[in-house]
């Protein structure tokens, strides 16, 4: 068996794996940490006299795929810091209407600029909590719900920070911050608009008052309005600094975290250390979900040798061959992110093609950002924050592509439109 055809073989096994994880019981971690470790062991088995050279290869590619990671760890370890000291609360208790449609509607932008600035599983994990408090019937707030979904994905999909793909475009320099922000949020806000409008002809009345048994109000911190605007100032500045400095983004983050860590310090300085325990970076660290970080390493590993033995480019021709179209081969990646993860999918497409032929902020980049950050709306198992939101509110996958699947579908083709159609008129 040759080379291609067993690294190829490896990757679509794991990837199976991957996409099974649920059915199998098998952590999608461990499937792709090993996928990743097999693909470069065969590599090199097959050949050997040339080790050496392979290794030098593995170090470059995983100082680029550090480069990710870090910056990954940093943004987490930000916003459980924010949490841990309820700065969301600051938001979402000032989210008091009862009316349906204007909840609605307020939710939904709440939703899509938060998820901007934080990244759209947390966003999505913040909204459901505060759905709790203001939906009591569980049919109705697993709605809503859904409904977080498509505008937290829709929100990450033209930031920086907002979609772990649009965030490897960006540490990739495939894409600019300020480009994919100014090009990308007419679509997005076109890819949540159009399923609102729809939706807002068909609700009206109010909600009924939600009574929550059973659970005592935590505690909420003094300096849970200083974390907020900190975190989020410590957020914005990284594009910024990248911007300024020309250095990369996780030297931002980690700028970052290092100043939010002395805010938290500064913050709980008169508490004794049992009571500043859960309030500190060390502790933030401990909840971050490291898990998602191995994932990353493992796909993104196995990437990287697809990408050294030139599979990956030689894929991207034979689609260029075949399919022709660049938006249709775009727009069907973005569709496959609702089956497929979508990490993989944006790394291998980074590894299809190269940034001498396709530079920074082409088309192709662009519009990967808002297909590959929107299409996973479309199933519930399509992004992480559907992933969650359907653990959290217990969605069956049948009633998400019954009640919400169309919509969401409905929100990417008029937002892939939409960008099509302001990239022609600025072209």
């Known amino acids: 068996m040759s080379l291609p055809i067993l690294l190829v073989a490896i990757f679509i096994a794991g990837y199976l794996a991957i996409a099974f994880e649920h059915n199998i019981r098998i952590n999608k971690t461990a499937s792709a940490l090993i996928t990743g470790v097999l693909c470069w062991t065969v590599y090199v088995l097959f050949t050997s006299p040339e080790a050496d050279r392979i290794v030098l290869e593995l170090s470059e590619h995983l100082g680029e795929t550090s480069e990710i990671l870090f910056f990954l760890l940093g943004a987490m370890t930000i916003v459980e810091l924010i949490d841990a000291h309820h700065g969301f609360k600051v938001v979402t208790d000032s989210i008091k209407t009862r009316d349906r449609r204007a909840l609605l509607w307020i939710l939904s932008l709440v939703t899509f600029f938060l998820s901007a600035v934080l990244d759209n599983l947390t966003t999505s994990i913040v909204m459901v909590s505060l759905l709790r408090k203001l939906i009591g019937d569980a049919d109705q707030r697993k709605f809503y719900a859904g ?56 609700m009206k009345g109010e909600l009924a008052p939600t009574e929550v048994a059973g659970e005592e109000e935590a505690p909420v911190h003094d300096g849970r309005k200083v974390m907020l605007a900190v975190g989020m100032a410590c957020l914005l500045f990284v594009p910024v600094f990248k911007t300024v400095t020309h250095l990369p983004p996780y030297m931002g983050i980690l700028l970052s975290l290092g100043v939010i860590w002395i805010v938290s310090e500064l913050i709980n300085s008169k508490l004794d250390d049992a009571e500043k325990a859960p309030y500190t970076a060390t502790h933030a660290l401990s909840r971050i979900d490291t898990s998602s970080v191995l994932f990353f390493l493992g796909i993104l590993l196995a990437i990287g040798a697809l990408e050294a033995t030139h599979i990956l480019s030689a894929l991207a021709g034979w689609m260029d061959r075949t399919i022709g179209n660049e938006n249709v081969i775009v727009m069907a990646i973005g569709l496959a992110s609702a089956v497929i993860d979508n990490v993989p999918l944006v790394a291998a497409t980074m590894g299809m093609y190269s940034l001498e032929a396709y530079p920074p902020d082409v088309k192709l980049w662009e519009f990967l950002a808002y297909c590959a950050g929107t299409g996973g709306s479309v199933l519930i198992i399509g992004s992480a924050a559907g992933v969650a939101v359907m653990g959290m509110e217990k969605i069956d996958f049948g009633w998400y592509l019954k009640r919400i699947s169309l919509l969401a579908l409905l929100g990417y083709f008029a937002g892939a439109f939409a960008y099509i159609g302001i990239y022609a008129l600025t072209h």
């Open 147 to 202: 409904i977080v979904i498509i505008a937290a994905n829709a929100g990450g999909a033209w930031s920086p920070l907002g979609d772990v793909t649009t965030t490897m475009l960006w540490i990739g320099g495939q894409i600019t911050a300020l480009n994919i922000m100014k090009l990308l949020i007419v679509p997005s806000l076109v890819c949540l608009a159009v399923p609102l409008l729809f939706l807002s002809l068909r």
